[in-house]
Structure formats: C-alpha cells, structure tokens
C-alpha cells in the first residue's frame, strides 16, 4: 500500500509542475478574441404523427350515391382468389367451395349493389385487399371497400 501512495504523491506533483508551467514563467494572458461560443443542441425534430385514415362508408352509403333509378343486381359472393388478368374466382360459400370464374368486368359481378366479401389476401386491379375486406361497386363503377353491408 505504501508504494501505491508513493505513486499517487509523485503523480499529483507531477501534474501539479505541468499546470504551473514547470515553476518558472508568468501565467499565459487571456486571449482577446470572443470565447467561441457554441451552438445551442437543435431540439429533435417531432415525430411526424400519422395522418388519420378515413372511416370506410358503409354498404348504405354507397348505395345512396345512385340515382333512384339504378337498377340492383344483388350478387352476393365470396371472392376466393384473383388470377391473371384480374380473373377473379368467387364462390356463393363463405367455405369458398365449388368456386365459379368471372372476369373483372363482368356484369353480373360489377354491377349496383353487388356483395363480395374477400376469403383470403388479394390483389384485385392493382389494389391489396386482406382477409374480410368487403367489396361493392360506386356509382363510377369501381370497387370500393365498404364497412359493413348494413
């Protein structure tokens, strides 16, 4: 223990002639330039927060947006998958079985008041929809993902 205090002294006495410059000359004089300043810490920016998503219309209120007049097909399906060319494979079942084929355009299935609901992941005319999605025709006849069909 004591060669460990022998070492602590000489170091302190050491480090004590270096900062009274070795013993000898004047102290150093203060510059006469402006002390650099520094730059205050920039705050963070804020996290963006996410804009809100648009409540989905309802079945209802979309079938408002028709002139009184527009003839209703009611098609009722479930869409069990898309292939090429939007060819889309639907089925009465909500189980998807005994699927049938329609085009993307087909009448019978892009009409007023058509019902379909999505059985699994899709892409449908370059457009994603998930699981449970529900799907009916505007009045631009394009499909639109509804709330609920009430």
């Known amino acids: 223990m004591k060669r460990f205090e022998g070492m602590l002294v000489a170091g302190v006495a050491a480090s004590t002639l270096v900062m009274a410059g070795c013993g000898g000359g004047a102290a150093p004089k203060p510059s006469s330039e402006a002390p650099a300043t520094t730059a205050p810490a920039a705050a963070p920016a804020p996290t963006p927060t996410p804009s809100p998503v648009a409540p ?11 002139p009184p007049t527009a ?5 009722v399906v479930y869409l069990v998958d898309v292939g090429n060319s939007n060819i889309m494979s639907l089925s009465v079942s909500p189980r998807g079985t ?7 355009k087909d009448r019978t299935i892009r009409c007023t008041g058509t019902q379909i ?6 892409r449908l005319e370059e457009k994603r929809y998930k699981r449970g999605t529900r ?3 505007d009045k631009n006849n394009n499909w639109v993902e509804v709330s609920g069909w009430n």
């Open 56 to 66: 989905l219309p309802s079945y209802t209120d979309v079938l408002k947006t028709f």
């Open 71 to 75: 003839k209703m097909c009611r098609t």
């Open 98 to 104: 005994e699927p049938f084929q329609r085009g993307p």
């Open 117 to 122: 609901s999505v059985l699994k992941d899709v």
């Open 135 to 137: 799907l009916t025709v």
